[in-house]
């Protein structure tokens, strides 16, 4: 009964102390957080994130390695092209969707800035993509843009931290509410902890709050991404050779891309449409990749799947090499029995089982690095992943997206008839083994 009474008062000295603190807050504070960004703050860091991303992998140092190692990756020369000027394109139009997708997002929220001319950031950035005027000196020197990004990635730090602090207070506030209605007796220190520890992580939450971007204005928070976005478009161009230098002299002379000695301007072919949309065709992979058949992922799956057994046969069941046969599609079935027709049944030969792993191991080191690169490509851009990560610079032109199908499939077909060798012996072996053992006990 005791423990009863003191619950009950428990409860309303943190219902009153609540009351309280709502009637206690000032007009102007409400007033000011009407104008903050609050809930949006995570959407915004995300972005900046991204813009802080992007930029970095635009450095002369990145796009160098991009040109000179990236794209010049066996596997990417056999599967998907061994045009250099092909593959920057590419490279340069994903990188372009990316500046557009994040400006759809900025165009959203720069609607509820008061500044009439981050209202219209749709409209300034169109006309600045197309032609390149930046009618109120958006873009930034790279010396500014560095400090700018530094300013971003410290919000954005603050504001990932403030989401985990938010979370934790969530659960807080859920075992503490789960204490108050619980039947069965509870322990008073109990309750009381919960209560000291909700208490603090209010103070925590409070204090990052400040610190973060959820109470700064939707002006100043867009105002900031405007510019960074603006210059990172105008460094794509340069990187790429896409129109006139709009960048200061200072980062004008950074290192280019663009595989000819003296770069030529990319003009837009088809003058009816804009340079977002324009780029947005490039990315339409062609039908005779697996990108056009929806297969990337499959086979990207698939190739490390194979993987993992050509390193351990002896590890492989019947079950497992039945899953393997279950993940094939029709064409690579076909093709898999053709090549099977008129093989020996008996496996055990070492010589040919040693050749057959060298070869195996050829074929997987230009191969696998594009099947972990889909994945990895894919998983940084499933909808949980998209906000306040780290990010890696795989680009499609790395993965098997732009792969060719038939030549995949070959390769594919490959791996299967080596790993068929491969398991047979290894099961011979160990029968072998097993049956000599036996022989002797």
Known sequence: MALETWLIKVKKSIS??????????????????????????????????????????????????LRDESISL????????????????????????????????????SKRCQDSTLQSFDRWFDEFANSGHD???????????????????????????????????????????????????????????????????????????????????????????????????????????????????SLSASATVHPTENPKPKENKDSTLGFFESNSKLLKPPPSTLGAAALALHYSNLIIVMEKMIKSPQLVGVDARDDLYSMLPN????????RLKGVRFSASDPVLAGEWRTALGRILGWLSPLAHNMIKWQSERSFEQQNLLPKTNVLLPQTLFFANKDKTEAAITELLVGLNYIWRFEREMTAKALFECSNLM
């Open 135 to 249: 009618s109120h000196g958006w873009v930034l020197s790279s010396k500014d843009m560095e400090a700018k990004n530094k300013t971003m990635d410290r919000y954005v730090t603050i504001t990932a931290t403030l989401y985990k602090e938010m979370e934790e207070l969530s659960t807080t506030e859920k075992n503490l509410s789960k204490s108050f209605q619980c039947k069965e007796a509870i322990k008073e220190q109990k309750i009381a902890d919960l209560q000291q520890k909700l208490c603090w992580q209010r103070q925590e939450v409070k204090y990052l709050k400040e610190r973060a971007l959820w109470n700064r204005s939707f002006d100043m928070v867009v105002s900031m991404v405007v510019r960074s976005i603006f210059t990172v478009l105008a460094r794509i161009k340069l990187v790429f050779g896409i129109g006139p230098s709009l960048l200061p002299r």
């Open 16 to 65: 009153n102390s609540l009351d309280t603190a709502r009637i206690s807050v000032p007009n102007s504070k409400v007033s000011k957080h009407k104008s903050s960004v609050g809930i949006l703050s995570f959407e915004i860091a995300g972005l900046m994130s991204k813009l802080i991303h992007l930029w970095n992998s635009l450095s002369d140092k990145t796009v160098i390695r």
């Open 74 to 109: 066996e596997g990417v020369r056999k599967m998907v092209s061994n045009d250099e000027s092909f593959l920057l394109g590419l490279a340069c139009a994903e990188m372009v969707e990316i500046v557009r997708v994040v400006a759809k997002h900025v165009s959203r929220i």
């Open 331 to 338: 064409s690579i079935r076909s093709s898999l029995r053709s």
